[in-house]
């Protein structure tokens, strides 16, 4: 595959409703990553994963949920969507080599909007 | 906790002047400050990076430094041309990214 994925590209909401975007790596990275970059601004944090089974919260972490069952899967579910979460999602992932010294590698985004 | 500022917000440069974006920093845990640029409708990509055993790193026309004691490392892109045109951010801990800077190279 073509090292980190993501879908869907596009998706539009109701508001209430339940929704998981999906992310998939094949590059064996340990660590993976959800930012949300909301218009004309940066990227906020809003969960990681530093290794299978593990999960940690970010910058901006309510409203939303991750898993990781494998190394290469970490979905990100939307339990009941509102509209402030519209937004475009990056998933993204890395080595985690110890040192502190990580690339991130991005997925192609996930637009995202919530009526 | 760890902040990083990002200035200027937005940059306008005349094609084939330079470009310098700034990072400055409050936390010394860092050892490393990569830089991600993002074209319009596409993914953030690294473009250079540095350790912080290095005071600066070049690669053809862009070049980082890295400044520890003062706590900022910068961003500097020679001979702009049209397709630098892209916003850019610096990254902490990996995490924790600047704000971004919108660069226009006008042509």
């Known amino acids: 595959i073509a090292g980190i994925t993501q879908a869907p590209t596009s998706q539009i909401l109701a508001a209430g409703r339940r929704m998981t975007l999906r992310c998939t790596q094949d590059m064996r990275h340990n660590a993976m990553y959800w930012y949300r970059q909301d218009l004309g601004l940066g990227l906020r944090l809003i969960h990681y994963s530093n290794t299978a089974g593990t999960t940690g919260k970010g910058e901006v972490p309510d409203g939303y949920s991750v898993s990781r069952a494998n190394t290469d899967d970490f979905p990100l579910t939307l339990a009941s969507a509102v509209p402030s979460q519209t937004s475009v999602y990056f998933c993204?992932?890395?080595?985690?080599?110890?040192?502190?010294?990580?690339?991130?590698?991005f997925g192609p985004g996930t637009r995202l909007t919530v009526l | 906790g760890e902040n990083v500022e990002q200035h200027p917000s937005t940059l306008s440069v005349q094609e084939g002047d330079s470009a310098v974006i700034k990072c400055t920093y409050s936390?010394?845990?860092?050892?490393?400050f990569p830089w991600y640029k993002q074209e319009l409708g596409k993914r953030p990509q690294l473009i250079i990076d540095i350790r912080s055993n290095v005071g600066e790193k070049k690669d053809q026309r862009i070049a980082v430094t890295l400044n520890k004691t003062a706590k900022h490392f910068s961003l500097h892109i020679t001979e702009t041309q049209p397709e630098d045109s892209a916003v850019y951010f610096c990254d902490l801990f990996k995490t924790i990214f600047g704000a971004g800077t919108r660069l226009f190279v006008k042509a």
């Open positions: 936390d010394s845990a860092s050892n490393y």
């Open positions: 993204a992932s890395s080595p985690l080599s110890g040192d502190g010294t990580d690339t991130q590698y």
